[in-house]
């Protein structure tokens, strides 16, 4: 029992995953001030939406919604890195559970047949043993009430040849290419992509490229956060 509270305590510390104070004990992740100082987006309307006016004209896209505003220096980074490289999975599950009540209530994603993270290279995802938009999806998935899709759509990487030819565009992602396993799964479908922090949406361009070669898709896209 008292291994079980070790691990559980790994899993869930007990301070604060923005500000490292001790955690009240109603307090969950997050603590009450901190929660208060989010910067929180939520989108609520079509004019103010950054990120639907940053693909107008590059991919069609139905929704479009991120979370938090993500700077440099701030909680928003915070909650994404103890996600991501503190491997605080359970930070993901809060956060779905949170943004997905908020987007539910919102009646604009309520269409969704499935949900598909942005995948990471499987050598990647070996290396870092979890793709960081697993518990995020499963829970947004579940407030939405649908299913959460993450196999179909894989990341590849080019061959040398394009590598080395590629190497001065590095930072425009072309290293990275994106293959949808099954192009029949989400024909007429409504898919909501998901992924952890929109910056200039290369890579989620890239993927929804990709996601089109299937008939008739309608493409919606969360993020947990957005660079404004
Ligand atoms: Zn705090």
Known sequence: MKYFYKVLHLFFPKICITCNTQLLTFEKLICTQCRHDLPIICYKNYKDNK?????????????????LSYRKIGKAKKIIHSLKYKGHQEVGTH???????????????????????????????????????????????????????????IRTSVSKTQTFKQRFERFSNSETTFRLMDTQLFKNQHVLLIDDVMTTGATLEACCKELLKTKNIKISIVTMAYTE
């Open 95 to 153: 956060i779905g559970e949170w943004f997905g009540s908020i987007l539910k209530k919102s009646n604009e994603f309520h269409e969704i047949n499935h949900i598909i993270p942005v995948p990471l290279h499987r050598k990647k995802l070996k290396k870092r043993g979890f793709n960081q938009l697993t518990t995020f999806g499963q829970s947004l998935a579940s407030q939405l009430n649908t299913n959460y899709t993450p196999n179909l759509l």
């Open 51 to 67: 990120i639907k006016s940053a693909f107008l004209g590059r991919i069609p896209i139905e929704k479009a919604n991120s979370f």
